[in-house]
C-alpha cells in the first residue's frame, strides 16, 4: 500500500522539548497539506505546499511551528518549545492537484502529540 | 470565507434502519463536497465527494450524499445502517476553482448503530 505514512505514530515530549513529524505523501501527488486535531473536533488546516513551495499558511500556525518540503516529496512539520496546547493529533494529507478529480485529499493515520 | 456546518454532534440509530446525518455549507462560487470517516484513533478515510453532475453521489461502504443547492446542503445517507458504521463522520468544503487549495472541515458528528 502506497498511501500517505506519518511517524512516528505517537510522541510524549516535556514542555519546552522540540519535535518533529515526518509525512510521505502518495506517491506524485503534489500537493500536501498540515491538518491539526484536537479530541472532539475537525481537523483545521496548518499548512500547504505545492511542490516544494508553501504556498499557504494558517493563523494557526505560530512562529514555533515550521514546516518545510524541500525536495517536493516528503515532508517535516517542527514544533519548536513545545506547550501543552500543542498537544493534538497531527495530520498530513496529499493530492494529485488535477481539478477534474476534486482534489480529493488523502490522509494518514495521523501522528499523536502529547505535551506533559 | 468558506465554512461548513453539522448541526448533530450525534445521531443514533438502530441497526437496519436508514441513517442521515446532516451538513450544510457556505463556499463562493460552486462547491467541492466531501465526507470523510473516522475511526478510533486513526486518520480520516475519503468516503465521496461531489464536484459537478448528478445530484446524488455514491461513495464507499453503501453511504450516498445528496448535493441540494438550493439548500446549500449535502447530508449523508445510508439505506441500511450496520453497527461497523459507528464512527465520526466529518463533512469538508472546498471552492469549485482551480487555484483554491485547502479543504475546510466540519466539526464532525459522532455515529452510533445500536444492534
Known amino acids: 500500500d502506497t498511501g500517505v505514512s506519518q511517524n512516528p505514530r505517537h510522541k510524549i515530549t516535556k514542555r519546552g522539548q522540540n519535535v518533529t513529524f515526518r509525512c510521505d505523501p502518495i506517491?506524485?501527488?503534489?500537493?500536501l497539506y498540515w491538518y491539526r486535531q484536537t479530541l472532539g473536533q475537525g481537523p483545521e488546516f496548518l499548512t500547504y505546499?505545492?511542490?516544494?513551495?508553501?504556498?499557504?499558511k494558517s493563523r494557526l500556525l505560530s512562529d514555533r511551528f515550521s514546516a518545510e518540503r524541500p525536495k517536493g516529496s516528503f515532508s517535516t512539520l517542527e514544533i519548536q518549545r513545545t506547550e501543552q496546547g500543542d498537544s493534538a493529533m497531527y495530520l498530513c494529507?496529499?493530492?494529485?492537484?488535477?481539478?477534474?478529480?476534486?482534489?480529493?485529499?488523502?490522509f494518514g493515520e495521523g501522528s499523536w502529540l502529547t505535551v506533559v | 470565507a468558506q465554512s461548513v456546518a453539522q448541526p448533530e454532534d450525534q445521531v443514533n440509530v438502530a441497526e437496519g434502519n436508514p441513517l442521515t446525518v446532516k451538513c450544510t455549507y457556505s463556499v463562493s462560487g460552486n462547491p467541492y463536497l466531501f465526507w470523510y470517516v473516522q475511526y478510533p484513533n486513526r486518520g480520516l478515510q475519503f468516503l465521496l465527494k461531489y464536484i459537478t453532475g448528478d445530484n446524488l453521489v455514491k461513495g464507499s461502504y453503501g453511504f450516498e450524499a445528496e448535493f441540494n443547492k438550493s439548500q446549500t446542503s449535502f447530508h449523508l445517507k445510508k439505506p441500511s445502517a450496520l453497527v461497523s458504521d459507528s464512527a465520526l463522520y466529518f463533512c469538508a468544503v472546498r471552492p469549485g476553482y482551480s487555484s483554491a487549495s485547502k479543504i475546510i472541515f466540519g466539526s464532525g458528528t459522532r455515529l452510533s448503530i445500536r444492534p
Open positions: 505546499f505545492q511542490n516544494e513551495a508553501q504556498l499557504e
Open positions: 506517491s506524485e501527488h503534489n500537493r
Open positions: 494529507a496529499s493530492s494529485s492537484g488535477q481539478s477534474l478529480s476534486g482534489n480529493t485529499i488523502y
